[in-house]
DNA sequence: CAATAAATTTAGACTTGTCTAAATTTATTG
DNA sequence: CAATAAATTTAGACAAGTCTAAATTTATTG
């Protein structure tokens, strides 16, 4: 098994793959809080471990063991976090802190029981997809607000900032998950996008917009 | 908030303080698997932080704040122990090793709903009494079965052990929490006892004997 | 393309929690 | 009650993970 702090570089790694080919120290120590030098120490012990591609100044990659464990950890922190959120009645903004320390919880049988206990969900309360118990994602073609042209519609369909200012936002002005926006109008000036719900209009930022994900 | 590691010191002894007014050295090295002087290094920490009394070479108690994380842990750990078992239909044999990284997720939110989500259970599925938010137990009032004499009577209600071997050699015997049994005979030669249950005859060993409470 | 800036790594140190071996204290017993 | 045994603590070391400060490599730019 691995320490909680491998882990967490694996998971970290894992999501800033997403938009970079290779993943850099200072993105990591960025993302985890903590310093480069912290960073480079932890990377080559992974590396050790062949969980990842290592060359010196020119950052990181997952190897395949490296990505499976790490969506295992993201497994079980969206199937967590859907329990927090279905069974025990937490808001959407509550759960993230209390599923990162859940995540680490090592036994796989339990995560596939409490999967099946909760219906096998495909997406958390974020939006985000569940991987099922092989690492496999439902495939879902979503796009960011930000990247759209005025008339495009579709429905809120995930975030991708889950901090609790950020989701206490969009609640109360009631831009939740399964709202469907249509693109009224780009303000030029700020890149501002001022949203029609089926009752009004929303302005919001160019960094809201940013971090809305829809499907079309 | 508290390391892993002092947290299981706490826990340890506490457990230990049931049978001794003075917890030993010794005994927690044994009980948490570790050499005596590790345990030492952590008892002048724990002492530090006023969570123990510790009087070199005599043993420690626990203060009041100490105790109060104590049963705070074992709070958790029996209210994940039930839900392990009757939510995700795990086996009483089962849950004790993840049940024991479950304890130290840290909110008290998450267990106080996790608890009203089960609809406030009194006793783990190993009969041992969950203690309330406040940390208080119910009182019940448990004998040895190796503390009875013949003809004397109850319901098998705890076990003192929860190792898998010795569970799952009760569910075998079918002596299981809730059964009714009679003290039939002792073995004066090595204190064996036969137990009568509804429809038959169990030999069972002092050594069992001295791991099964009842209530009578 | 040389000089500066930015990113990264190395060196050395610190904390937590553990260990072994030696020293000390307490308990036991002839 | 002195001698031995048992329990406990101290001393010194180590691994994991982190840090600061210095050195090195890579990138940028006039």
Not at 66 to 92: P, Q, S
Not at 157 to 163: E, F, G, I, K
Request: negative net charge; aromatic residues 8%.
């Amino acid at each position: 098994m691995n320490t909680l702090a491998e882990e967490n570089y694996l998971k970290s790694i894992y999501h800033l793959s997403l938009n970079a080919e290779n993943v850099s120290t200072n993105q990591l120590a960025a993302l985890l809080n903590t310093k480069a030098s912290s960073v480079t120490d932890m990377l080559k012990k992974l590396s050790d471990k062949e969980l990842i591609n290592y060359t010196p100044y020119q950052g990181v990659t997952l190897t395949v063991p490296g990505e499976k464990i790490a969506v295992n950890i993201i497994r079980k922190h969206r199937l967590w976090e859907y329990f927090l959120v279905e069974k025990l009645n937490f808001k959407w903004d509550e759960v993230h802190e209390m599923a990162e320390e859940m995540e680490h919880i090592s036994s796989n049988e339990l995560i596939d029981r409490l999967d099946k206990f909760m219906g096998c969900p495909e997406y958390d309360p974020h939006g985000d997809p569940i991987p099922d118990s092989n690492g496999a994602f439902k495939a879902n073609d979503l796009k960011l607000v930000s990247a759209l042209v005025v008339t495009e519609s579709g429905t809120i369909w995930a975030v991708r900032n889950h901090s609790p200012a950020f989701l206490q936002y969009l609640e109360k002005q009631e831009l939740t998950i399964g709202k469907k926006i249509r693109i009224a109008e780009i303000i030029e000036f700020d890149h501002s996008v001022i949203l029609q719900t089926e009752d009004k209009k929303i302005q919001i930022s160019r960094e809201v917009a940013n971090n809305l994900l829809i499907s079309i």
